[in-house]
């Protein structure tokens, strides 16, 4: 198939050429459209208890959880008699505006203590803009610039999550541009170190920024159906340009090698495209298989990573099995033009890989032992992960939310933005369920953690009540329906907020409760995350099964495969909560808040990515080692050879692909650092400690087992495997191991 792929392209190049010219046009002018039309949420299960409250919420009593606060300071004093009429003019004027159901304030609601600092600097002004995430993007565009700054002669600051998604949304398309930036020159000069040439280095790179136009596109068309979040953004530039240049690199090098050997630019091309091409296109199924794990999860915020990280996983491939080729035809040998830093190629027996290859197979077990020792070591801290919501403290401390969310914690004895609101569909007549509704609301306010509840009976403080209904209360009950505001003494965006949650449910409740609020989506978020865990590991990790099992033959490798990638991921994981988490990296990759967890999203989005990643690079050293056992039916030697042919490459490609994850780290957003952290991390890791040692190690011990499979499944992968010659050799064949091993070459 792809020997004839390689001629076809050989034929028609040219064409090929100005046809690929046309479609980056076409791609990079609708792809630059995209983001507009990208979303700002996706972060909620909508069929999960808080949804569904949410919603009741909104139709019934025009209300929701306050996502818009108003810090406000005044020289002349928060209780002066002008500061008070100043305030309740903005407070009236945000009340009229279009899509906003409610809006109150410290002057409007009788001056209570947990609308103002406890120093009486600042007081709060508070509002709900109504409608999804998009819709109060849009608001904060359209309005928000008209309540900041110096507004009827008070000092406003804003906070709350609108503004703080406002604010993140801002700075990761800022920090978008600015990874690329960095990370484009770095590639540039990485890979003319790699290729000691100028012209072979430019190839990948016009491979990734065609891969990433075409992206933009499919994003741009599929932001039509469905909805996309912005973050996709992020996937499609790094992982994009990471592939493209990691397969650029594979097919680039097998080329270069061919010709080296004697071969015309035809003849070169066909024979990298048999084989380089062929492990280009199985990774690239490999990385969209593990990526596909991220459908099952109801947030579209996941999902959009599967939707911009699947088609560029296989753009990549299409684009370095056709593009590509056709590039190196019309270039023919001045590929090489351009040289610097000329070397000549190290004989095969003093290559470093090959050389820590054969000594790691003298010694299998004590280095395995050691090296799992440390990443099970480095993985220890993953024991104690803790996930929490993004709020502003994901933002740098310049941020205006963070500095408004500063004082909120630091300045006020409640957190007004953060409460939980429990809502109870049917109560009958408001007026007869009052006793119970009491009695429920100063049951509540007795647990620990909560600062005060407020419903249409009054409001209620460490079991009593504190102060009775006024005229806000009245909104509290509408059309035999009611809910209480839960106000906690501590922002509740973490294990907190999933405890005061359980206890609110767990409450003996007079009617049927719904919660919602930042610790019910919380909670909501993790039990949905884990309801469908199951499901996108065993996509991830079967699809990986089959795959590698199609392409080896074997039962065994495809099982070594999965277990040393989960043992490398957990490392990734573990460094990630020791330096995110507990805060041992803050200050040393950039300063960031060090909040005590991880946000829920990013171990599920690292699991997949780097997984497919992993895999991506298992497939590659793997099919060579399968290439150089067909032609001996050696076990150690061609684990030596596929080990000493790949290992430069490999690690050369961890790199590049590193370079492009670590330009993450350079982000103002803490969980964009995380992400670029882990991502780097595991990449390298893999190439390192996993396919230079334990590969070997795993394959020296398991020895003539690493190419057994079942009668059944060896007559399957006879007719349906992706091989290159007649297949494994049979174990009649094979010589014993400890003979290569003593030999240090193995059977040729």
Request: aromatic share 8%.
């Given at each position: 198939?792809?020997?004839?792929?390689?001629?076809?392209?050989?034929?028609?190049?040219?064409?090929?050429?100005?046809?690929?010219?046309?479609?980056?046009?076409?791609?990079?002018?609708?792809?630059?459209?995209?983001?507009?039309?990208?979303?700002?949420?996706?972060?909620?299960?909508?069929?999960?208890?808080?949804?569904?409250?949410?919603?009741?919420?909104?139709?019934?009593?025009?209300?929701?959880?306050?996502?818009?606060?108003?810090?406000?300071?005044?020289?002349?004093?928060?209780?002066?008699?002008?500061?008070?009429?100043?305030?309740?003019?903005?407070?009236?004027?945000?009340?009229?505006?279009?899509?906003?159901?409610?809006?109150?304030?410290?002057?409007?609601?009788?001056?209570?203590?947990?609308?103002?600092?406890?120093?009486?600097?600042?007081?709060?002004?508070?509002?709900?803009?109504?409608?999804?995430?998009?819709?109060?993007?849009?608001?904060?565009?359209?309005?928000?610039?008209?309540?900041?700054?110096?507004?009827?002669?008070?000092?406003?600051?804003?906070?709350?999550?609108?503004?703080?998604?406002?604010?993140?949304?801002?700075?990761?398309?800022?920090?978008?541009?600015?990874?690329?930036?960095?990370?484009?020159?770095?590639?540039?000069?990485?890979?003319?170190?790699?290729?000691?040439?100028?012209?072979?280095?430019?190839?990948?790179?016009?491979?990734?920024?065609?891969?990433?136009?075409?992206?933009?596109?499919?994003?741009?068309?599929?932001?039509?159906?469905?909805?996309?979040?912005?973050?996709?953004?992020?996937?499609?530039?790094?992982?994009?340009?990471?592939?493209?240049?990691?397969?650029?690199?594979?097919?680039?090098?097998?080329?270069?090698?061919?010709l080296a050997r004697g071969a015309d630019t035809d003849?070169?091309?066909?024979?990298?495209?048999?084989?380089?091409?062929?492990?280009?296109?199985?990774?690239?199924?490999?990385?969209?298989?593990?990526?596909?794990?991220?459908?099952?999860?109801?947030?579209?915020?996941?999902?959009?990573?599967?939707?911009?990280?699947?088609?560029?996983?296989?753009?990549?491939?299409?684009?370095?099995?056709?593009?590509?080729?056709?590039?190196?035809?019309?270039?023919?040998?001045?590929?090489?033009?351009?040289?610097?830093?000329?070397?000549?190629?190290?004989?095969?027996?003093?290559?470093?890989?090959?050389?820590?290859?054969?000594?790691?197979?003298?010694?299998?077990?004590?280095?395995?032992?050691?090296?799992?020792?440390?990443?099970?070591?480095?993985?220890?801290?993953?024991?104690?992960?803790?996930?929490?919501?993004?709020?502003?403290?994901?933002?740098?401390?310049?941020?205006?939310?963070?500095?408004?969310?500063?004082?909120?914690?630091?300045?006020?004895?409640?957190?007004?933005?953060?409460?939980?609101?429990?809502?109870?569909?049917?109560?009958?007549?408001?007026?007869?369920?009052?006793?119970?509704?009491?009695?429920?609301?100063?049951?509540?306010?007795?647990?620990?953690?909560?600062?005060?509840?407020?419903?249409?009976?009054?409001?209620?403080?460490?079991?009593?009540?504190?102060?009775?209904?006024?005229?806000?209360?009245?909104?509290?009950?509408?059309?035999?329906?009611?809910?209480?505001?839960?106000?906690?003494?501590?922002?509740?965006?973490?294990?907190a907020g999933r405890e005061l949650v359980r206890e609110?449910?767990?409450?003996?409740?007079?009617?049927?409760?719904?919660?919602?609020?930042?610790?019910?989506?919380?909670?909501?978020?993790?039990?949905?995350?884990?309801?469908?865990?199951?499901?996108?590991?065993?996509?991830?990790?079967?699809?990986?099964?089959?795959?590698?099992?199609?392409?080896?033959?074997?039962?065994?490798?495809?099982?070594?495969?999965?277990?040393?990638?989960?043992?490398?991921?957990?490392?990734?994981?573990?460094?990630?909560?020791?330096?995110?988490?507990?805060?041992?990296?803050?200050?040393?990759?950039?300063?960031?808040?060090?909040?005590?967890?991880?946000?829920?999203?990013?171990?599920?989005?690292?699991?997949?990515?780097?997984?497919?990643?992993?895999?991506?690079?298992?497939?590659?050293?793997?099919?060579?080692?399968?290439?150089?056992?067909?032609?001996?039916?050696?076990?150690?030697?061609?684990?030596?050879?596929?080990?000493?042919?790949?290992?430069?490459?490999?690690?050369?490609?961890?790199?590049?692909?590193?370079?492009?994850?670590?330009g993450f780290m350079t982000s103002s957003i803490t969980?964009?650092?995380?992400?670029?952290?882990?991502?780097?991390?595991?990449?390298?890791?893999?190439?390192?400690?996993?396919?230079?040692?334990?590969?070997?190690?795993?394959?020296?011990?398991?020895?003539?087992?690493?190419?057994?499979?079942?009668?059944?499944?060896?007559?399957?992968?006879?007719?349906?495997?992706?091989?290159?010659?007649?297949?494994?050799?049979?174990?009649?064949?094979?010589?014993?191991?400890?003979?290569?091993?003593?030999?240090?070459?193995?059977?040729?």
């Amino acid at each position: 198939m792809f020997q004839r792929l390689a001629q076809a392209v050989l034929q028609r190049g040219r064409r090929l050429l100005y046809a690929s010219l046309l479609l980056f046009v076409v791609a990079a002018a609708v792809g630059a459209t995209v983001l507009p039309k990208l979303s700002a949420g996706g972060y909620s299960d909508t069929g999960t208890e808080s949804a569904r409250a949410a919603r009741f919420l909104e139709e019934r009593f025009h209300a929701g959880q306050p996502n818009l606060v108003l810090l406000v300071k005044d020289d002349r004093g928060i209780d002066d008699k002008g500061t008070a009429a100043a305030a309740a003019k903005v407070t009236e004027r945000l009340s009229k505006e279009p899509d906003v159901t409610e809006a109150y304030s410290y002057w409007s609601t009788g001056r209570p203590e947990a609308l103002r600092a406890t120093d009486a600097k600042s007081a709060l002004i508070m509002a709900w803009v109504k409608g999804d995430e998009d819709h109060v993007q849009k608001w904060m565009t359209d309005h928000a610039d008209d309540y900041q700054g110096t507004v009827e002669g008070l000092d406003i600051s804003q906070g709350g999550t609108a503004k703080a998604s406002e604010e993140i949304i801002g700075q990761t398309m800022k920090d978008l541009v600015k990874a690329e930036a960095i990370a484009m020159p770095i590639l540039l000069v990485v890979l003319i170190f790699v290729f000691r040439g100028v012209v072979a280095a430019a190839m990948p790179l016009v491979i990734g920024t065609l891969t990433m136009a075409c992206a933009f596109f499919v994003l741009r068309i599929l932001s039509v159906f469905t909805d996309v979040s912005v973050f996709a953004m992020n996937i499609t530039t790094g992982l994009g340009l990471g592939l493209a240049v990691d397969y650029s690199l594979f097919i680039i090098s097998r080329y270069r090698e061919e010709l080296a050997r004697g071969a015309d630019t035809d003849e070169a091309l066909i024979a990298s495209m048999r084989t380089a091409g062929r492990t280009v296109a199985f990774s690239a199924v490999t990385v969209a298989l593990a990526l596909s794990g991220l459908l099952v999860f109801p947030f579209y915020f996941l999902r959009s990573f599967a939707y911009a990280g699947i088609p560029v996983a296989l753009i990549a491939a299409l684009a370095s099995v056709t593009v590509l080729p056709a590039l190196l035809k019309v270039l023919g040998p001045r590929i090489n033009s351009l040289q610097i830093l000329k070397r000549r190629k190290p004989a095969a027996e003093k290559n470093f890989w090959q050389r820590t290859a054969m000594v790691v197979m003298r010694f299998p077990l004590p280095v395995g032992l050691a090296a799992v020792a440390l990443l099970l070591l480095l993985g220890a801290p993953f024991l104690k992960m803790k996930m929490s919501l993004a709020d502003e403290r994901v933002l740098p401390t310049s941020a205006g939310s963070f500095q408004v969310g500063k004082a909120l914690r630091e300045g006020y004895s409640s957190q007004e933005n953060g409460s939980e609101l429990v809502v109870m569909r049917e109560v009958g007549d408001p007026a007869q369920a009052a006793g119970k509704i009491g009695a429920y609301a100063r049951q509540l306010s007795g647990l620990e953690g909560v600062s005060r509840v407020d419903t249409y009976t009054g409001s209620y403080v460490q079991g009593k009540q504190a102060a009775p209904a006024g005229p806000a209360s009245a909104a509290f009950a509408a059309e035999q329906s009611a809910y209480l505001k839960v106000v906690p003494k501590e922002p509740e965006t973490d294990d907190a907020g999933r405890e005061l949650v359980r206890e609110i449910r767990d409450a003996d409740a007079p009617f049927p409760v719904q919660v919602t609020g930042p610790g019910a989506i919380l909670e909501d978020s993790l039990d949905s995350l884990t309801s469908k865990m199951p499901w996108a590991l065993g996509i991830v990790g079967g699809s990986t099964l089959v795959l590698l099992f199609l392409l080896t033959g074997s039962v065994l490798l495809p099982l070594k495969a999965l277990v040393l990638n989960m043992l490398s991921l957990s490392t990734t994981f573990g460094v990630l909560v020791w330096g995110f988490q507990e805060g041992h990296l803050n200050g040393v990759i950039g300063s960031f808040t060090v909040t005590g967890a991880i946000t829920w999203s990013v171990p599920m989005l690292l699991f997949c990515v780097a997984f497919g990643l992993s895999m991506d690079y298992e497939v590659f050293l793997l099919s060579r080692i399968k290439e150089e056992y067909e032609q001996t039916g050696d076990n150690v030697a061609s684990v030596a050879r596929g080990l000493g042919r790949t290992g430069s490459l490999v690690s050369a490609a961890a790199v590049l692909i590193a370079i492009v994850f670590a330009g993450f780290m350079t982000s103002s957003i803490t969980y964009l650092k995380a992400i670029g952290l882990g991502l780097a991390l595991a990449v390298i890791m893999d190439a390192t400690v996993v396919r230079g040692l334990l590969v070997p190690a795993f394959m020296r011990l398991a020895g003539r087992a690493n190419w057994w499979a079942p009668g059944p499944l060896r007559l399957l992968h006879r007719k349906i495997g992706l091989r290159e010659g007649d297949g494994p050799a049979p174990l009649s064949r094979q010589q014993d191991d400890s003979d290569s091993v003593a030999s240090g070459t193995g059977r040729s």
